[in-house]
């Protein structure tokens, strides 16, 4: 009988550099003055990002083989505009997301897309809508004081494991691509 192999929860994501990290959590402290979200849970500034694909449970051959096609992914590197707020009320996330994708972002979300389709069967991916969840388990906030838009410098993009622990979900970055 073969032995069960391990398996891990991983998604794909665009990962902040510093400055960018750094600026969403400022906008994220100034937004939990809100009194509508002062019970909200915060995400940690550590785990902000931009999922572009989850693909939950796989085992570790499709990790290895994942990671082998998206070396051939040759997507441009663009600029993401963070302009706007918005709220998912069936999931109650406040997040921060983007007013136009461009077209080397949505380039590269259906590159990866292609790779995954190659090695996890059956994955489908949702309609991709670039946002960053600020706060989890939050009530409508109502009206978000304006922010100064934030341009990210997408560069890379990178492989992601979710490990869950008591305190909340550890993201750890297992590898990173750059962009052209």
């Known amino acids: 009988m073969a032995e069960k192999q391990r398996r891990r929860r991983l998604f ?20 939990g003055n809100n009194e509508r979200l002062k019970t909200a849970r915060p995400v940690v500034a550590a785990n902000l990002h931009i999922t572009m694909h989850f693909l ?33 009320p069936r999931a109650k996330v406040l997040w ?6 461009p077209g080397a972002l949505t380039d590269l979300v259906e590159q990866s897309q292609t790779c995954i389709q190659a090695c996890v069967d059956g994955y489908e991916q949702k309609r991709f809508v670039p946002h960053i969840t600020l706060f989890r388990k939050a009530r409508h906030p109502m009206e978000v004081d ?3 838009p934030i341009e990210w410098d997408i560069d890379r993009f990178a492989l992601v494991e979710s490990v869950t622990h ?15």
């Open 12 to 31: 794909l994501a665009l990962w902040p550099d510093d400055i960018t990290r750094k600026k969403l959590a400022d906008i994220q402290k100034k937004l």
């Open 166 to 180: 008591p305190e909340g979900p550890e993201y750890r970055v297992l590898k990173e691509w750059m962009l052209g």
């Open 96 to 101: 921060l997301g983007a007013s136009a994708a």
């Open 146 to 148: 304006d922010f100064h």
């Open 56 to 88: 939950g449970a796989v085992t570790e051959d499709v990790h290895a083989q994942l990671e082998t096609m998206l070396c051939g992914v040759r997507a441009q590197a663009c600029t993401l505009v963070i302009d706007r707020w918005g709220y998912f």
